[in-house]
């Protein structure tokens, strides 16, 4: 066999083995969306239950909590940036850092200091690349988080809220993460969480199916309207952190799946090309053979015919 | 036919108990609490503790529920704690066990959650 067909028959069994692998990973991925998409929908009947005591206690009394208060000079917002662990996600990490530079850019330009908060490594390593400063960073759970993952995350943001901006707390709490639009489509968005708007929170519910159509009643407060409101509103965050998590992992799961798919693709393409140019080449090999078999045994019959 | 209430208790990561039901106890910050249908609107911050169900059909229910809220407007009620576990779910060695450790190391909160979690068990049967 000629070294330029071993060449390339090496090159093809590489490209396989790698074809494997990205094969085995979309699958992976494939599972782990459906997966994902469950624990989305097995969160929702407490989101939308919070959702809607949360629009009953901020519409259906007068109380007013710094979580719902609108500053009236905001100077100092909080940024929480939903990435992954992992790459090999195509432009999932990316374009959620994206979007939060474009935040960060407008919340600037209207005067405010913003303090980044970040989930994933991704997004870790691109503000440590960059040297900028984080105020709180998570990693190890963006595959696969739990309710828990969402209440040590929410914990430091809620207390940066509470404080008083003086004194080294924040205004307003904005979150960026990717939402699940479908298995084909996952699109960044940034939603300012903190202060509350009603009717941000009416809409929420609305999108969610929890407050269609529904006149609230009035509610008997037990004990108080301010210290429900007072365990409600940390729940609420907790619990919209949580969701815009399994959001984000679903959307990493699909865009590793996407991503994989192409390389999968690529890989059969590459063998398909890799494969016609060895068979030229073992065609080119075997055709040398014969002209030299041929010319060896004219070259023989000539000199054999001279010696006569 | 006697008025019903619609119970739904959710947990932060799933629905727990979802179902008709006559009367429901639960044990807010400033007490134990009972809510039959045609109740007034009601939102309330629950502490730790059992919540008992009695459902249309005569039985009993009883979860475990650790914080959360309490939350009834139009004979609809809804529970909704960030951890609540039925008392049939509850492995009571692993609470008893955890009773223990936690009166050893003096963690009040396990401790707490431990204790409800026997009691919740100890209701049913």
Redesign the interface.
């Known amino acids: 066999m000629g070294a330029q067909v071993r060449v390339y028959k090496r090159r093809i069994k590489s490209v396989t083995a790698t074809k494997k692998i990205t094969k085995a990973m979309e699958m992976i991925s494939a599972s782990r969306i459906v997966k994902a998409q469950r624990?989305v929908d097995?969160?929702t009947?407490?989101a939308n239950?919070?959702t809607?005591?949360v629009t009953?206690?901020a519409t259906g009394s007068n109380t007013r909590h710094p979580l719902t208060t609108e500053v009236e000079r905001p100077t100092r917002a909080a940024v929480l940036l939903i990435t992954s662990d992992r790459g090999l996600a195509g432009g999932y990490s990316s374009n959620a850092i994206k979007a939060a530079e474009q935040l960060t850019e407008r919340l600037t330009a209207e005067g405010k200091e913003v303090l980044p908060y970040i989930v994933g490594r991704k997004g870790v390593a691109y503000y440590g690349f960059r040297g900028r400063a984080v105020t709180q960073s998570w990693t190890g759970f963006t595959d696969n988080p739990?309710?828990a993952d969402a209440?040590t995350v929410a914990g430091p943001l809620i207390e940066a809220v509470t404080t008083e901006t003086a004194e080294g707390g924040v205004d307003e709490l904005h979150i960026i993460f990717t939402e699940f639009v479908s298995m084909m489509t996952q699109t960044p968005v940034d939603v300012r969480l903190l202060p509350l708007s009603i009717d941000e929170a009416t809409e929420h519910a609305e999108k969610t199916g929890a407050g269609k159509d529904q006149i609230?009643?009035?509610?008997?407060?037990?004990?108080s309207a301010e210290?429900?409101l007072d365990?409600?509103l940390p729940?609420y965050v907790?619990?919209r952190i949580?969701n815009a998590l399994l959001q984000s992992a679903a959307s990493k799961h699909a865009a590793t799946r996407r991503a994989m798919k192409s390389a999968t693709d690529n890989a059969e393409e590459l063998i398909k090309s890799l494969t016609r140019l060895a068979n030229a080449a073992r065609q080119a090999d075997i055709t040398q053979e014969i002209s030299e078999i041929v010319g060896g045994a004219s070259a023989l019959a000539d000199a054999t015919a001279g010696s006569d | 036919m006697a008025a019903e209430l619609h119970v739904e208790l959710v947990a932060a990561d799933r629905s727990v108990w979802s179902g008709a039901a006559t009367l429901v106890i639960a044990r807010t910050t400033s007490g134990d609490i009972g809510v039959m249908p045609g109740h007034q609107p009601l939102l309330g911050v629950l502490e730790s503790g059992p919540v008992t169900i009695r459902t249309s059909d005569g039985g009993t229910v009883i979860a475990a529920v650790h914080g959360g809220f309490i939350s009834f407007a139009d004979d609809k009620l809804s529970v909704l704690a960030e951890i609540a576990e039925l008392s049939d779910e509850i492995d009571v060695q692993r609470a008893e066990r955890a009773l223990e450790r936690a009166k050893s190391e003096a963690d009040d909160a396990a401790e707490r959650r431990a204790e409800v979690r026997l009691r919740a068990v100890a209701g049913a049967h």
């Open positions: 624990q097995a969160s009947p407490y239950e919070l809607r005591a009953a206690v739990t309710y209440k609230l009643p009035l509610f008997d407060f037990e004990p210290e429900v365990a409600l729940r907790e619990s949580y």
